[in-house]
T-cell receptor
Framework: NAGVMQNPRHLVRRRGQEARLRCSPMKGHSHVYWYRQLPEEGLKFMVYLQKENIIDESGMPKERFSAEFPKEGPSILRIQQVVRGDSAAYFC???????????FGAGSRLTVL | AQTVTQSQPEMSVQEAETVTLSCTYDTSESDYYLFWYKQPPSRQMILVIRQEAYKQQNATENRFSVNFQKAAKSFSLKISDSQLGDAAMYFCAYREGAQKLVFGQGTRLTINP
């Protein structure tokens, strides 16, 4: 079992470009969560998805950010027209239905120049 | 909204000694879960220990144990026989709703040889 796989591990974008971060959950996990970690801070919840459904996006900025978890393929966190304040580590976690514990990926570090 | 507070930004301990990391939280719920996660320099989020609020017995995992005081809304982590590999950021987290975790700001633990 390969665990939660995130890629890329590091992504550099210039202001105004788009960033796409991918997350493949653990085998058998149907729930995916995205968290953002700014430097020297704890993780902040962004969005919770099941296959083809967004369950809770209360932590997602209203503009420029979107997330999906299609029937086939990884979950994608998309940030349009990135700004310097988007520079952070983005963590994905997954769990099976009804589980009490999330398993985290290693994170994707986005740097906006 | 639920909040999690870690009042110690940094802690240090001599190798082989014991250290306690503090965490308090605020909630009006009676049934919830609490977690301690470790984040080493690799940035991987690793689950250390979890506690169900309905259980009075404090959770223990090898050298790691918690002191859960529900009435005081306190959830401290004790690390016994500290090892160099324990050096990391430690995050306390509260589970809110369906798997959404609320994290504290973190405590950076240094182990002195």
């Amino acid at each position: 079992n390969a665990g939660v796989m995130q890629n890329p591990r590091h992504l550099v974008r210039r202001r105004g470009q788009e960033a796409r971060l991918r997350c493949s959950p653990m085998k058998g996990h149907s729930h995916v969560y995205w968290y953002r970690q700014l430097p020297e801070e704890g993780l902040k919840f962004m969005v919770y998805l099941q296959k083809e459904n967004i369950i809770d996006e209360s932590g997602m900025p209203k503009e420029r950010f979107s997330a999906e978890f299609p029937k086939e393929g990884p979950s994608i966190l998309r940030i349009q027209q990135v700004v310097r304040g988007d520079s952070a580590a983005y963590f994905c976690a997954s769990s099976p239905l009804g589980a009490n514990v999330l398993t985290f990926g290693a994170g994707s570090r986005l740097t906006v120049l | 909204a639920q909040t999690v507070t870690q009042s110690q930004p940094e802690m240090s301990v001599q190798e082989a000694e014991t250290v306690t990391l503090s965490c308090t939280y605020d909630t009006s719920e009676s049934d919830y879960y609490l977690f301690w996660y470790k984040q080493p320099p690799s940035r991987q989020m690793i689950l250390v220990i979890r506690q169900e609020a309905y259980k009075q017995q404090n959770a223990t995992e090898n050298r790691f144990s918690v002191n859960f005081q529900k009435a005081a809304k306190s959830f401290s982590l004790k690390i016994s026989d500290s090892q160099l590999g324990d050096a990391a950021m430690y995050f306390c987290a509260y589970r809110e709703g369906a798997q959404k975790l609320v994290f504290g700001q973190g405590t950076r633990l240094t182990i002195n040889p």
